[in-house]
């Protein structure tokens, strides 16, 4: 004896929020400076730079 169960369902989602977050919410901003369009000697100078720095911060936290 078989039953046949039917339901009906909004499955539309029609959520009406102040923002969204899709794709388009945030169009990308052109950056000042960017690591892609420095040349190699740069891209090592800016790495050597932040190891410096962080070397120092690892430096002062152990004395």
């Known amino acids: 004896m ?3 169960h039917s339901h009906a369902h909004d499955h539309s ?3 009406h929020h102040g923002h969204s977050h899709g794709p388009h919410a945030h169009p990308a901003q052109v950056a000042p400076w960017s690591i892609l369009r ?3 000697p740069a891209r ?3 790495a050597l730079a932040v190891s410096a720095c962080l ?3 690892v430096w002062l936290a152990m004395r």
Do not use: E
């Open 2 to 4: 078989a039953q046949t």
């Open 13 to 15: 989602h029609a959520h």
């Open 38 to 40: 420095m040349t190699v």
């Open 44 to 46: 090592l100078a800016a």
């Open 55 to 57: 070397w120092g911060i």
